[in-house]
T-cell receptor
Framework: DGGITQSPKYLFRKEGQNVTLSCEQN?????MYWYRQDPGQGLRLIYY???????QKGDIAEGYSVSREKKESFPLTVTSAQKNPTAFYLC?????????????FGEGSRLTVL | GENVEQHPSTLSVQEGDSAVIKCTYS??????FPWYKQELGKGPQLIID?????GEKKDQRIAVTLNKTAKHFSLHITETQPEDSAVYFC??????????FGKGTHLIIQP
């Protein structure tokens, strides 16, 4: 079955450490996205990529970094510069490279900073 | 930028009754309005969407209505069932800024 795989599902990290969240898709989608979800909040866009080797900042990119070396993969690094990193992180993709159209989401990664 | 308000934050209905969730948006350039359902511990899933050239769209028990003049759109679920219990998000967008999501509605179906 095609879909988006995020790992790990749960992650704990100490303050001051960088952590990388994995996102892989086998849907052959061009565009991929990272969203952050906090309790009682909507989804906020961190970064997106419409094509390999290219990506753009979303609304809350500070303290995060991404890469898009392969079409299938879009890892997110939460750096020590992110002041409040504890959250649920969602990776998504769309068929076309536009910022609208159906988003296909992974099951998320929950990051807790101790 | 776009601002989306969603109400109510929690909605409890008896099984079999209807549920209505409402959203307003601020940017008149928005032309795409999807609704996502998120079950506990999972990613959201698109359940229905509407574009601004259409006033209403139905898919079995789910319908979405759009009032462009008033800048609001609503999700209607009829004959609610226990599996409808989830968090529902509306979103608005369509331009270069992408989608802006509402804060979500926790729908509880009481047996």
């Amino acid at each position: 079955d095609g879909g988006i795989t995020q790992s790990p599902k749960y992650l704990f990290r100490k303050e001051g450490q960088n952590v990388t969240l994995s996102c892989e898709q086998n849907l052959n989608h061009d565009a991929m996205y990272w969203y952050r979800q906090d309790p009682g909040q909507g989804l906020r866009l961190i970064y997106y990529s419409q094509i390999v080797n290219d990506f753009q900042k979303g609304d809350i990119a500070e303290g995060y970094s991404v890469s898009r070396e392969k079409k299938e993969s879009f890892p997110l690094t939460v750096t020590s510069a992110q002041k409040n990193p504890t959250a649920f992180y969602l990776c998504a993709s769309t068929r076309q490279g536009a910022l609208t159209g159906e988003l296909f989401f992974g099951e998320g990664s929950r990051l807790t900073v101790l | 930028g776009e601002n989306v308000e969603q109400h109510p934050s929690t909605l409890s209905v008896q099984e079999g009754d209807s549920a209505v969730i409402k959203c307003t948006y601020s940017d008149s350039a928005s032309n795409y309005f999807p609704w996502y359902k998120q079950e506990l511990g999972k990613g959201p899933q698109l359940i229905i969407d509407i574009r601004s050239n259409v006033g209403e769209k139905k898919d079995q028990r789910i319908a979405v209505t759009l009032n462009k003049t008033a800048k609001h759109f609503s999700l209607h679920i009829t004959e609610t069932q226990p599996e409808d219990s989830a968090v529902y998000f509306c979103a608005a967008g369509g331009g270069a800024d992408g989608l802006t999501f509402g804060k979500g509605t926790h729908l509880i179906i009481q047996p």
